[in-house]
């Protein structure tokens, strides 16, 4: 027997935690329950256009069965297998071949993940690790941006440049360090004749000689914000932060977790300003939400 709209309500509220959650928030949920194309529809029958795609990730829409069917004639032959050395599995190689070939072309190797916060996690540890065999065991911090979202697990959370997300969660990890983002419309610290995109790399420059450039792994920014506004930057921004980066020795992660897949109208949006970082985090477009 079905259950009933109020039922299916109250199951939810009593047995389903959600993101970034409160009751109050929470007092009159919409049940969502098919998509097709740009649209989706509730319990109730009501349609929307699904104008955010989910959460930025719905990036080739909803119901497309070529995909589902691709999905699961794969479950038939192999539901999964590990990747630890010493083992693989077709899929896994198949595709990281394949998003070789449309990332940047200094890219070399992918490391899967489940989602975009253990993507930059992963990111964090890739740079430590990187600058232990350089022989520069110190250089641990990573500086990220004001308005910037990284994910809320732990250490993507202490990345994450937003305060209302480390309520409740704090302390943070140490080791990361918040500047100033490229704001055209409202700049912090600009001085005369500056662009925001000179003031933005300036402050990043400043900022690794004030922590010290021995002890900064990396610098993470996503090219477009997401979860802090959608800010543009000035078109110079990311080729003089890539300058920065190369010059003071720091990695320079670039979070496409939203904008990677054609969210921009390109593979990856940092090509817009031809820049190319030194690791790269993607998710969300690259099963297009077909894979939770």
Request: glycine fraction near 10%.
């Amino acid at each position: 027997m079905a259950l009933t709209a109020a039922e299916i309500i109250k199951a939810d509220q009593e047995h389903l935690i959600h993101p970034l959650h409160h009751p109050i928030d929470h007092a009159e949920p919409m049940i969502y329950v098919r998509g097709k194309g740009a649209t989706i529809e509730t319990l109730g029958g009501e349609r929307y256009i699904d104008g955010l795609a989910g959460l930025w990730n719905v990036n080739v829409g909803h119901g497309r069965a070529e995909l589902a069917e691709a999905a699961a004639a794969q479950m038939k032959e192999l539901a999964y297998f590990s990747a630890y050395t010493g083992s693989s599995n077709l899929p896994a190689v198949q595709l990281a071949e394949k998003l070789i070939g449309l990332a940047y072309d200094n890219m070399q190797a992918v490391f899967f993940t489940c989602g975009g916060a253990e993507s930059n996690e992963s990111a964090f540890k890739t740079a430590r690790f990187y600058w232990k065999t350089k022989g520069k065991p110190d250089k641990i911090k990573v500086i990220s941006r004001h308005n910037a979202y990284h994910g809320v697990t732990q250490q993507a959370m202490s990345a994450t440049g937003m305060a209302a997300y480390w309520k409740m969660f704090e302390p943070r990890v140490p080791g990361f360090v918040h500047i100033p983002t490229c704001y055209p419309y409202r700049q912090q610290d600009a001085r005369p004749g500056e662009t925001a995109g000179q003031t933005a790399a300036r402050l990043l420059d400043e900022a690794i000689t004030r922590e010290g450039q021995d002890t900064v792994a990396a610098f993470i920014a996503e090219p477009i914000h997401g979860g802090g506004g959608v800010l543009v930057p000035d078109d110079d921004y990311f080729r003089l932060v890539r300058e920065v980066c190369t010059k003071r020795e720091v990695l320079f992660i670039g979070d496409e977790v939203i904008t990677g897949f054609c969210r921009t109208g390109r593979w990856f949006a940092l090509s817009h300003w031809n820049v190319k970082p030194d690791i790269m985090s993607f998710a969300k477009g690259v099963t297009s939400g077909y894979l939770p």
